[in-house]
């Protein structure tokens, strides 16, 4: 953000929690209405979605059976009866939540929430997935078409070859709207076009990616990084700002990909290596200190890893932080990147 220094992932966190812990107080109080609260808190939550550890926040229900709400200020109501209006209100379902319809009541529909709570609410607020994805049925606020557009450094079909057999296959990222992202599943497909592995669509999943308002969970690179005759696909978890990034290794198996390593950074630990390391909150406030890879943005002839490397110094002068930028080849180790030599060394980004 222009004219503001970079906030780290983990720090946005904390202060989306802070936000929602306040906005409570004030309801608790009578200072805000229930319905600006339920509001705050479902913006707060669906951006902390966005950067869910080890992939994206995408329906929770199966596809054919996920259903959104479509406006705000939605009561949900235990079972009336002959009029559920008179029910007692369990919550308040909002704008581009989700659930499943259960049962069907005259005009009212039994729901059960992403968060597992059931309840009946009128059934003028909801409609399909598929019709809210194809733009039949309008979110108040949303618009889904503007979810699946790309910038050309975007990839959304990587090949190469799975299982060391010499024969290139190809994955493919299937693009699916969301509320504030646009979520991909993976299909991968063989030599002869034939589909091999179809990856989740729904639920939590490292194999589900995405790109956010919040930031992003995208592949990388997909080879064999260790020379076992697997591929591996690496995948960025980047922030919204220039801030400390996370990788997510998955290996393909033969029928799938196999988490090796979730949501770690890659901070040098030792001149040179740059370690898997957790994400945690030491390291989002220690990031301005050591250097870490950014990003992976593939391979150079030799197969090593090309990768940026980012670090933040302060000038003892003006007190300012300087960002500084270098790029260098890398040789994958189970417990790391051990840099080769440098394509750019490291200088002040200007």
């Not at 069907?104 to 059960?112: M, S, Y």
């Not at 080849?329 to 030599?341: E, K, V």
Request: charged share 20%.
């Amino acid at each position: 953000m222009a004219g503001h220094p970079p906030v780290a992932a983990g720090q946005e966190a904390v202060m989306r929690r802070a936000v929602i812990a306040w906005v409570v107080f004030l309801a608790l109080s009578g200072a805000v209405p229930r319905i600006a609260q339920a509001q705050a808190q479902a913006q707060a939550q669906a951006q902390d979605q966005a950067q869910v550890p080890g992939g994206c926040a995408g329906p929770v229900f199966p596809l054919d059976q996920s259903w959104v709400v479509l406006d705000d200020g939605n009561n949900l109501r235990e079972s009336g009866g002959a009029d559920y209006a008179k029910a007692r209100v369990l919550g308040v379902l909002n704008a581009w939540e989700e659930v499943t319809v259960l049962a069907r009541q005259a005009r009212w529909a039994r729901v059960r929430t992403a968060k597992g709570q059931e309840g009946w609410v009128n059934d003028r607020c909801l409609a399909p997935y598929a019709d809210v994805i194809r733009g039949t049925a309008v979110v108040k606020g949303y618009d889904p078409k503007d979810n699946c557009s790309y910038s050309p450094e975007w990839k959304t079909a990587f090949t190469a070859d799975l299982d060391g057999d010499g024969r290139a296959s190809t994955l493919k990222m299937v693009c699916r709207p969301w509320w504030g992202c646009s979520n991909h599943s993976v299909a991968v497909f063989g030599p002869d076009n034939a589909l091999r592995y179809q990856g989740p669509d729904h639920g939590p999943s490292p194999l589900i990616f995405c790109l956010c308002d919040a930031g992003g969970y995208w592949p990388e690179v997909l080879c064999d990084i260790d020379g076992d005759g697997k591929a591996e696909l690496i995948a960025e978890h980047s922030p919204s700002d220039v801030s400390l990034s996370t990788h997510t290794v998955l290996r393909w198996n033969g029928r799938g990909f196999t988490p090796l390593k979730q949501d770690v950074a890659l901070i040098e630990t030792s001149p040179g290596f740059f370690a898997y390391t957790p994400r945690s909150a030491d390291a989002a406030r220690d990031e301005r200190e050591p250097r870490w890879i950014m990003s992976v943005s593939g391979l150079d002839p030799k197969r090593n890893l090309i990768a940026s490397v980012y670090q933040y110094t302060r000038d003892a002068k003006t007190g300012d932080n300087d960002l500084h930028v270098g790029e260098g080849r890398f040789a994958a180790r189970d417990t790391g990147f051990q840099l080769i030599d440098w394509i750019k060394p490291m200088a002040v980004s200007r």
